[in-house]
């Protein structure tokens, strides 16, 4: 059966966005789209990504990073973090005091908020040595709080210091299963804050992303 609500739909549509232009309104742009779960998107965007060597750590300083950043009366980020990745979490005001947090780099549980680390995806020090020590310290904290992006993640205290500062091509999760999401979820990152890659470390989020079929990174 023939229908002319689509021409209608097309019409209405133009109608508003002539509206807003009388108006003055700017529609805002939309977020950038995530990765899609068999790691296409991430390819691409890893192949946008320029390569260089690691720059140097002269002047580098966590405080040069401002975090973690106040979301309420006495809470910050952390605990934002912390409510958005556990269960069955216990507030005292918005301060996180108890829960459960399963830590998806090598499947440890932590009942306590005090065993909880709240990972950079892109450690601090390699955006340092990728490009953000030419940022100021107001853009590295936008980069250091960075809720919107997968840039901060509740894992396991021991997984966080194992990792320390290393890119994808010195340290992988112990837990294979989540290496796909780990690879698109860093590309993300870098890829947004048009930081750079090493060739050793492209090599291995390219490998990385190989192994990715579609739906394994959900």
């Not at 966080?160 to 091509?169: A, E, H, T, V």
């Not at 690879?183 to 993300?188: D, K, M, N, Q």
Request: with cysteine; proline share 5%; hydrophobic share 35%.
């Amino acid at each position: 059966m023939r229908t002319t609500s689509g021409p209608r739909v097309a019409v209405a549509a133009l109608a508003a966005a002539l509206t807003l232009g009388v108006a003055g309104c700017v529609p805002q742009d939309e977020p950038e789209a995530s990765p899609s779960g068999g790691g296409g998107n991430a390819v691409e965007q890893l192949g946008q990504l320029t390569v260089a060597t690691a720059g140097s750590m002269k002047g580098y300083s966590r405080n040069h990073f401002p975090h973690w950043r106040g979301t309420g009366k006495n809470c910050d980020v952390r605990d934002s973090i912390l409510q958005r990745d556990g269960k069955d979490v216990k507030l005292s005001g918005c301060n996180v005091v108890g829960g459960r947090w399963e830590s998806v780099y090598d499947g440890r549980s932590a009942a306590d908020p005090s065993q909880v680390d709240i990972d950079h995806m892109v450690p601090l020090a390699n955006a340092w040595r990728s490009g953000a020590d030419e940022w100021d310290d107001a853009k590295r904290g936008d980069f250091a709080n960075d809720t919107t992006r997968p840039q901060l993640l509740a894992v396991s205290a021991s997984s966080n210091r194992s990792k320390g500062d290393q890119d994808p091509s010195q340290w992988k999760p112990a837990n294979r299963s989540y290496w796909c999401k780990y690879a698109e979820s860093w590309v993300t990152v870098k890829h947004y804050w048009r930081l750079t890659v090493t060739s050793a470390e492209k090599a291995a989020l390219t490998d990385m992303l190989g192994g990715c079929t579609v739906g394994s990174a959900s």
